[in-house]
């Protein structure tokens, strides 16, 4: 038993955390710290390109009183000339206003992903495992695109909005103040709307997150389990489980748009209140002979500029909550606690692993261990063997620090694992599956993953260890073959045996190796297995054996049932013993192929 019960994996209650919303902003404010320089320029050429737009209505003004007046063709002229200069100022200004802003929000967003995935990288793997891996990729992905979309697109249109609404609305009071009046009558509506579809598209599109990354997290299951879907005929029911999270993601995106045209219709009205007020106040003041038929004529095409602005930071509110949303799932794993620095900063003095007592439980009331107790001493090979769920991957992972026991105590060297700092940790234990990645790149680089200063002669020596050598000269450009994704596929027993040449390169003391020759298949099995004997030669080590083979080379075997060890000894003394090794022994040996 490895991890929770799978049915249990992306519940809300086991997510990775959520930032609040006053969080949020305190490290957004954190991250912009550093560049306060450039938000500086970056603003005051904004207010400089929006105050300089703001004379064309004032000009269109001053040629309806030339034409009312019967002014000169000179005036006329030297009036449109403005106009002219002014579109081209305003142009070469928010250009580079918006170029400053845009440099402004993908710096910061760079910072921000960094962090999160300096945080994601060093999360506890428990704490993933329970979040399930479709939560933590979608925020790697859909949340990130739907911020550096907000970044590049709505961020710079944002803020030239604002600047317009605010410095129009002062324009239209230096008009006369009248006219500021009467294009408020539209704030009241547009302030309702604001609320109305803030209040609910906040927890609309936290919702619409959270129900994207279970829809993840159901594909990520039914694809990456699918020889298994298939050998038990789930094909129905995965349908059917990936049919309910895409139905629950399509009504949520369907409120959204039903929200999204409710918000348009109400900001129209608005439009038109404040279009007519101050048509009529402009209408009243020629009239009284308070403003002329230009001042008049300004006043409409200020509020009729606004349209744009007001309707462009309104609708961006679409954007914004939804990036919002994204931003907090982000600030949420980069505010994750960090790790308690360890007292411990050298490798364990001694590899020795004593277990004492030790129970564990992936939820409350349902143990997966009891009551361990077990020692290994320096140098000895000991094998952990039993029934599928007997509980050896967890006692495994228990040992190699992967998460604290829920009660008792393992430590190695007399140091708990889990207390051990990143860098002693690495020095000290290797953990090994039978799920080895291999990263894309040319295979050498992959092998320096272990130990960045090894020479071509190391890699090649740890290859020729584990019997890997041949086949990786082998490959089209040897060692500098480019594998994993887009490269050239490795085999599981290819795969494996690169793992094993990496554990050699890192030289831990102490290994653990968690069923790492399951893949091999039974043809490769014993090439394979004495791969892993030669590369655990000298140190103390803990293998989760797959195969009872492997079991019998070890200097002492651990039988566990249920959670629970139940003998030990050596292979030939338990054989005899006519026990539960006996058993499995007979078992497996009967359904061995003949050349296994």
């Given at each position: 038993?490895?991890?929770?019960?799978?049915?249990?994996?992306?519940?809300?209650?086991?997510?990775?955390?959520?930032?609040?919303?006053?969080?949020?902003?305190?490290?957004?404010?954190?991250?912009?710290?550093?560049?306060?320089?450039?938000?500086?320029?970056?603003?005051?050429?904004?207010?400089?390109?929006?105050?300089?737009?703001?004379?064309?209505?004032?000009?269109?003004?001053?040629?309806?009183?030339?034409?009312?007046?019967?002014?000169?063709?000179?005036?006329?002229?030297?009036?449109?000339?403005?106009?002219?200069?002014?579109?081209?100022?305003?142009?070469?200004?928010?250009?580079?206003?918006?170029?400053?802003?845009?440099?402004?929000?993908?710096?910061?967003?760079?910072?921000?992903?960094?962090?999160?995935?300096?945080?994601?990288?060093?999360?506890?793997?428990?704490?993933?495992?329970?979040?399930?891996?479709?939560?933590?990729?979608?925020?790697?992905?859909?949340?990130?695109?739907?911020?550096?979309?907000?970044?590049?697109?709505?961020?710079?249109?944002?803020?030239?909005?604002?600047?317009?609404?605010?410095?129009?609305?002062?324009?239209?009071?230096?008009?006369?103040?009248?006219?500021?009046?009467?294009?408020?009558?539209?704030?009241?509506?547009?302030?309702?709307?604001?609320?109305?579809?803030?209040?609910?598209?906040?927890?609309?599109?936290?919702?619409?997150?959270?129900?994207?990354?279970?829809?993840?997290?159901?594909?990520?299951?039914?694809?990456?389990?699918?020889?298994?879907?298939?050998?038990?005929?789930?094909?129905?029911?995965?349908?059917?489980?990936?049919?309910?999270?895409?139905?629950?993601?399509?009504?949520?995106?369907?409120?959204?748009?039903?929200?999204?045209?409710?918000?348009?219709?109400?900001?129209?009205?608005?439009?038109?209140?404040?279009?007519?007020?101050?048509?009529?106040?402009?209408?009243?003041?020629?009239?009284?002979?308070?403003?002329?038929?230009?001042?008049?004529?300004?006043?409409?095409?200020?509020?009729?500029?606004?349209?744009?602005?007001?309707?462009?930071?309104?609708?961006?509110l679409d954007d914004a909550q939804s990036a919002t949303a994204s931003l907090?799932?982000?600030?949420?794993?980069?505010?994750?606690?960090?790790?308690?620095?360890?007292?411990?900063?050298?490798?364990?003095?001694?590899?020795?692993?004593?277990?004492?007592?030790?129970?564990?439980?992936?939820?409350?009331?349902?143990?997966?261990?009891?009551?361990?107790?077990?020692?290994?001493?320096?140098?000895?090979?000991?094998?952990?063997?039993?029934?599928?769920?007997?509980?050896?991957?967890?006692?495994?992972?228990?040992?190699?620090?992967?998460?604290?026991?829920?009660?008792?105590?393992?430590?190695?060297?007399?140091?708990?694992?889990?207390?051990?700092?990143?860098?002693?940790?690495?020095?000290?234990?290797?953990?090994?599956?039978?799920?080895?990645?291999?990263?894309?790149?040319?295979?050498?680089?992959?092998?320096?993953l272990a130990r960045s200063d090894a020479t071509e002669e190391e890699l090649?020596?740890?290859?020729?260890?584990?019997?890997?050598?041949?086949?990786?000269?082998?490959?089209?450009?040897?060692?500098?073959?480019?594998?994993?994704?887009?490269?050239?596929?490795?085999?599981?027993?290819?795969?494996?045996?690169?793992?094993?040449?990496?554990?050699?390169?890192?030289?831990?003391?102490?290994?653990?190796?968690?069923?790492?020759?399951?893949?091999?298949?039974?043809?490769?099995?014993?090439?394979?297995?004495?791969?892993?004997?030669?590369?655990?030669?000298?140190?103390?080590?803990?293998?989760?054996?797959?195969?009872?083979?492997?079991?019998?080379?070890?200097?002492?075997?651990?039988?566990?049932?249920?959670?629970?060890?139940?003998?030990?000894?050596?292979?030939?003394?338990?054989?005899?013993?006519?026990?539960?090794?006996?058993?499995?022994?007979?078992?497996?040996?009967?359904?061995?192929?003949?050349?296994?």
């Amino acid at each position: 038993m490895t991890a929770p019960p799978a049915g249990r994996r992306g519940n809300a209650d086991h997510l990775l955390p959520v930032a609040s919303p006053a969080r949020t902003r305190a490290v957004v404010a954190r991250l912009l710290r550093p560049q306060r320089r450039l938000v500086l320029t970056a603003g005051t050429v904004m207010v400089a390109a929006t105050a300089v737009g703001l004379l064309v209505q004032p000009l269109l003004g001053r040629v309806v009183d030339l034409a009312v007046g019967h002014g000169s063709a000179h005036t006329v002229t030297t009036t449109a000339a403005l106009l002219v200069a002014v579109a081209v100022v305003q142009g070469v200004t928010t250009g580079l206003g918006l170029s400053l802003v845009s440099r402004l929000g993908e710096t910061t967003l760079a910072r921000l992903r960094e962090q999160f995935v300096e945080k994601a990288l060093g999360l506890p793997l428990d704490r993933v495992e329970k979040a399930g891996a479709g939560d933590l990729t979608a925020r790697v992905t859909a949340d990130v695109s739907l911020i550096a979309e907000a970044v590049r697109n709505a961020l710079p249109e944002l803020v030239r909005s604002l600047l317009a609404i605010v410095l129009t609305l002062g324009a239209l009071a230096l008009l006369d103040w009248r006219f500021l009046l009467a294009a408020l009558i539209a704030v009241p509506v547009q302030a309702h709307t604001a609320r109305w579809y803030v209040t609910r598209a906040v927890p609309l599109y936290a919702q619409q997150r959270v129900a994207a990354s279970a829809q993840q997290q159901q594909l990520l299951d039914t694809v990456g389990a699918s020889p298994t879907v298939r050998a038990y005929r789930l094909e129905r029911e995965h349908t059917r489980l990936v049919a309910e999270r895409s139905r629950s993601v399509l009504r949520l995106t369907m409120r959204g748009v039903r929200l999204v045209l409710g918000f348009y219709s109400r900001l129209h009205i608005a439009e038109y209140l404040g279009l007519a007020a101050v048509l009529v106040t402009g209408y009243w003041l020629v009239s009284q002979g308070a403003a002329s038929m230009g001042t008049a004529t300004a006043a409409a095409l200020y509020f009729h500029s606004l349209f744009t602005p007001v309707n462009s930071a309104l609708v961006l509110l679409d954007d914004a909550q939804s990036a919002t949303a994204s931003l907090a799932r982000l600030v949420g794993v980069t505010d994750h606690p960090p790790p308690r620095i360890s007292p411990y900063t050298d490798p364990a003095a001694g590899t020795d692993v004593t277990v004492r007592g030790l129970s564990h439980a992936y939820r409350p009331g349902h143990p997966v261990l009891h009551d361990i107790e077990l020692t290994i001493s320096r140098g000895e090979r000991v094998a952990l063997v039993g029934a599928s769920g007997a509980g050896k991957t967890t006692l495994a992972r228990l040992v190699a620090g992967i998460q604290p026991p829920t009660a008792g105590a393992v430590l190695v060297g007399g140091v708990p694992p889990t207390e051990l700092g990143p860098a002693a940790a690495g020095r000290t234990i290797a953990l090994i599956t039978q799920e080895t990645h291999v990263f894309a790149g040319p295979l050498a680089d992959d092998l320096r993953l272990a130990r960045s200063d090894a020479t071509e002669e190391e890699l090649r020596a740890a290859l020729d260890r584990v019997d890997a050598l041949d086949w990786a000269e082998a490959l089209p450009d040897g060692l500098a073959t480019v594998v994993g994704d887009a490269g050239h596929r490795l085999s599981g027993a290819q795969t494996q045996a690169l793992s094993l040449a990496r554990l050699i390169l890192a030289d831990p003391p102490l290994v653990i190796l968690d069923e790492a020759t399951a893949e091999a298949g039974s043809a490769g099995a014993r090439a394979l297995e004495k791969a892993v004997a030669r590369a655990v030669d000298g140190r103390t080590a803990l293998i989760v054996a797959h195969r009872l083979s492997q079991a019998t080379a070890a200097d002492r075997i651990v039988v566990m049932d249920r959670g629970r060890i139940v003998e030990t000894g050596t292979h030939d003394t338990l054989r005899a013993a006519h026990g539960a090794y006996a058993a499995l022994w007979k078992a497996w040996s009967d359904s061995r192929e003949p050349d296994s």
